[in-house]
């Protein structure tokens, strides 16, 4: 029903910047909550960013005032903006947004979907 597709990952030096987008498509009525999460090699997956349908955001600590998320609602987009990138932000960031898919559903709770993942590195 719905896809989330990342881009932006890649490959930067310690102190870049990167920006992340995850566009969301298919059948959507309205999309609540968007996040990035993160995933380390040996670590837990761990939330990085979220930011209600309003634009009310928070943040990891270890990320705070390096990372900025925002949305345009027009778009079904989130967007991560990363700078100051630090060795240690290596990992797979995935995309989560959650999606009614119908005025009916919009009754209840909505659905969680999540992106592919999106390889980020960063090297000293």
């Known amino acids: 029903q719905v896809q989330l597709v990342e881009s932006g990952g890649g490959l930067v030096q310690a102190g870049g910047s990167l920006r992340l987008s995850c566009a969301a498509s298919g059948t959507i009525f309205s999309i609540d909550a968007m996040a990035w999460y993160r995933q380390a090699p040996g670590k837990q997956r761990e939330l990085v960013a979220r930011i209600s349908s309003g634009g009310s955001s928070n943040y990891a600590d270890s990320v705070k005032a390096r990372f900025t998320i925002s949305r345009d609602n027009a778009k079904n987009t989130v967007y991560l903006q990363m700078n100051s990138l630090k060795p240690e932000d290596t990992a797979v960031y995935y995309c989560?947004?959650?999606?009614?898919?119908?005025?009916?559903?919009?009754?209840?709770?909505?659905?969680?979907?999540w992106g592919q993942g999106t390889q980020v590195t960063v090297s000293s």
């Open positions: 989560n947004a959650n999606v009614w898919t119908s005025f009916r559903d919009y009754r209840s709770r909505p659905s969680p979907y």
